[in-house]
Structure formats: C-alpha cells, structure tokens
C-alpha cells in the first residue's frame, strides 16, 4: 500500500485540480453581484439517508480555498444521517465559500454514497470473518477520494496501484505463457530490481490453484469467478500456504454464502462504480 505521505499528495493534487478546473480566472457568478468584504454562513445539509463521508476532505478543502473560513463539524466522517442533518457550518468570506461549494458538495456526495454501500456489506458479512475489499475500478483522478471512502465505510484498500503491489491476472498469465512461467518471472523480476512488493495471482479454476501453491512467498491468491463449491475446495487446498480473496460479479445477494465458503476477503468494484450520489446540499444561512 501506498504511505500517508503519497496519499496526502494525491489529495492535495485533487484539490488543486479541482480548483483550477472549476474556478479558473475567478468565480464571476460571484464576483459580479457580491462584495468583496461580504461575510456569510451556510450549512451542509443532508437530504437523504446513509453514512455521511468527506467531511475531512471538507475541511481541506475550505482550508485550500480561504485559510480564515472557520468550520463547525456537527457530524463526522463515517456516521449515520438523515434527511434534515446539518453535517457542518462554514462562516468566513462569502466569495470562498461559494468558490468551495462545488468541490466540497461533489466530493462529499460521491464519497458518502461509497461509504453508504460499503457500510451496507461490511454489514452483510458481520458474523463470517470476511472482509470487504475495493478495486483499482476508480473514477480517473479522484481515485484517493473513493478509496478513503471505502475505508470510511469499514471496507479495506486494496492496492492503491499498478505500482505498490504485484497482481497476476488472467491476460498477464496468458501473456506470460502459464502461472507457473508468470510467477518465476515475476520472482526473478522484483529480485532485479530489489523491489519487495507483495504478490496475489488469479486462479480461473482449481488446476491453476494447485500450480500456484507450489510456490512459496504468495501473498494472496484470488479465487475469480468460481462457484460456490469450487471456492469451498480453493480455500481448503490453499489451506495456510497463502490468503484467500474471491472476486467475479459478487453483489449482495452473493456476497454472505461466498464469505461463508471460508474466504478471507472479497473484493468488490461494485463499492466506487455502482453507486448514487447521496444527496447534499450547502444553504446560505439568514
């Protein structure tokens, strides 16, 4: 996994993109009609139900836009709302707030209907050891926000990356002419570059997990598109040799009987491609 201190620049390089490419040479909606000197106060207001997320990106935010904004935090990330709540309350420059309001309110929408769907497995499977996993299957450049997110839910990251992890999938295998050719490869690989990155190698069916188990040092193996069967088999030949993840079209209905199959984790692109926008909105308060 990527450090704090990438994470932390991949969410400065968000805001500052999102502000150049929404602001440019000035708000002039805003510049046209208010003063400078004007001082105002607006909430965050919920106008839907599920597990509010962002609000530490909010904050961010605002501090990017305009370091004199001061913030009310009345709700915070990962909590429970419903239609009415006012998550938090800005005052300061009613130019910078209004210049913060889009990022601010489309950040925190996206990210708390992820939050919200996350929240909902992680519910799912209480009772089976299993944990919820996201995928490298992000929104381009806003990538950091929806991983967070997840993880604002009771979800797990997955790798950030291509660069911080090693995962041999269907057409590297193929590519590469077999599992067996893909690992050594990638062995001899990581040991050229003296690079320690982990390893997790897709399995399409229980012939390729038994070729996978005979070597040693895989982190994880993910157990793609198997049945219900065939994944409780995966998992007692992997035994302890390495970590077990399945994967493959799980959504709700699914999800509970695959954990129960004995699988460590479950990795789901559905958790930041399949989601509503839960609704927010940022009011001028008299």
């Not at 597990?51 to 709700?75: H, N, R, S, W």
């Not at 996993?133 to 797990?156: F, M, S």
């Not at 598109?225 to 994944?231: K, L, Q, R, S, V």
Request: overall charge negative; some cysteine; aromatic content about 6%.
């Amino acid at each position: 996994m990527i450090s704090q201190e990438q994470f932390d620049e991949e969410i400065k390089l968000i805001i500052e993109n999102a502000i150049r490419e929404d602001v440019g040479d000035g708000d002039h909606s805003s510049l046209a009609c208010i003063p400078n000197t004007a001082m105002g106060k607006a909430k965050l207001l919920v106008k839907d139900e599920g597990t509010i997320a962002g609000v530490a990106f909010a904050l961010q935010v605002f501090k990017y836009v305009d370091p004199a904004l001061k913030v009310e935090v009345l709700i915070k990330d990962g909590e429970s709302v419903a239609y009415g709540d006012v998550v938090l309350y800005v005052t300061g420059s009613s130019l910078s707030i209004l210049k913060a309001e889009r990022l601010v309110l489309n950040a925190m929408q996206r990210m708390s209907a992820i939050a919200t769907k996350t929240a909902h497995y992680v519910t799912l499977l209480e009772g089976t050891g299993t944990k919820i996993l996201d995928t490298r299957k992000t929104t381009p450049g806003i990538r950091a926000l929806e991983k967070w997110a997840v993880k604002i839910g009771g979800g797990e990251n997955h790798r950030f990356a291509l660069y911080d992890m090693i995962m041999l999938k269907d057409n590297h295998i193929d590519f590469a002419g077999g599992v067996s050719q893909a690992i050594q490869q990638t062995k001899t690989y990581l040991k050229s570059k003296q690079k320690d990155l982990k390893i997790i190698v897709e399995a399409r069916d229980l012939k390729e997990i038994e070729e996978i188990i005979q070597f040693e040092g895989i982190h994880r193996i993910l157990i793609d598109n198997f049945n219900y069967d065939d994944t409780r088999k995966a998992v007692q030949l992997i035994g302890n040799k390495a970590g077990t993840e399945s994967s493959g079209g799980i959504n709700e209905e699914t999800l509970r009987k695959y954990a129960e199959c004995g699988v460590q984790y479950i990795s789901s692109g559905a958790l930041t491609h399949s989601v509503s926008n839960l609704d927010l909105s940022l009011k001028a308060v008299e």
